[in-house]
């Protein structure tokens, strides 16, 4: 079974620094570009990041692009997002993803949901 | 950049038909991918592609697309139906990713 599992959420005050993890298990890690998606309270589904399978080519969104980093550890079946300068607006459900398919340029089907890890930005 | 435009809300009778649509301009090139979401739950695959449904997803899901327009079907909606709609597709620039508003579906 493919299975993904966020961890490392929690109450950060703004500015500060964050990171998260999601362990992957059940695939072939290292053959899918990966994805972070978060959804604020009440709000719909924001993708954040991608990185491809090789970890060479990273995407952001314009809202994270400058203060997030996203990396993989393919020995390790694990994906990782580095959030700094956090802010009240990036408060939110943070999900990784893994595509129905390999091939890169399909990586927004994303298949694979872990149950997501909370991030709340507040003093 | 580029946008995804959802209905906010749709209803549908049980049992009968009812079609979500996402429109955008990058729809004419790109396939849209359907996720069904229920509160307090992670999103679900439900379409994506040309038409092609994960397993475990009902046939009941369908989906087609014509011009900027891409359009989830449900053919006999369920009271277990009843949930969020996202669409997402790539954006213009071809990197980056984007996510309709959501269409909250609500099955009477």
């Known amino acids: 079974e493919e299975l993904l599992l966020e961890s490392g959420g929690g109450l950060i005050q703004p500015g500060k620094s964050l990171r998260l993890s999601c362990a992957a298990s059940?695939?072939?890690?290292?053959?899918?570009?990966m994805s972070w998606v978060r959804q604020a309270p009440g709000k719909g589904l924001e993708w954040v990041s991608a990185?491809?399978?090789?970890?060479?080519?990273?995407y952001y969104a314009d809202s994270v692009k400058g203060r997030f980093t996203v990396s993989r550890d393919n020995s390790k079946n694990t994906l990782s997002l580095h959030m700094t300068s956090l802010r009240a607006d990036d408060s939110a459900i943070y999900y990784c993803?893994?595509?129905?398919?390999?091939?890169?340029?399909?990586?927004?089907?994303?298949?694979?949901w872990g149950k997501g890890a909370t991030v709340t930005v507040s003093s | 950049s580029s946008e995804l435009t959802q209905d906010p809300t749709v209803s549908v009778a049980l049992g009968q038909t009812v079609k979500i649509t996402c429109q955008g301009d990058?729809?004419?090139?790109?396939?849209a991918s359907w996720y069904q979401q229920k509160p307090g739950q992670a999103p679900i695959l439900v379409v994506y592609?040309?038409?092609n449904r994960p397993s475990g997803i009902p046939d009941r899901f369908s989906v087609s697309s014509s011009g900027n327009t891409a359009s989830l079907t449900i053919t006999g909606a369920q009271a277990e139906d009843e949930a969020d709609y996202y669409c997402?597709?790539?954006?213009?620039?071809?990197?980056?990713?984007?996510f309709g508003g959501g269409t909250k579906l609500t099955v009477l």
């Open positions: 993803a893994k595509p129905a398919e390999a091939f890169y340029y399909y990586y927004y089907y994303m298949h694979v």
């Open positions: 059940g695939f072939t890690f290292s053959a899918y570009t």
């Open positions: 990185i491809s399978g090789s970890g060479y080519n990273t």
């Open positions: 990058n729809l004419r090139s790109n396939y």
């Open positions: 592609g040309k038409n």
């Open positions: 997402n597709s790539r954006d213009t620039s071809g990197d980056h990713v984007i």
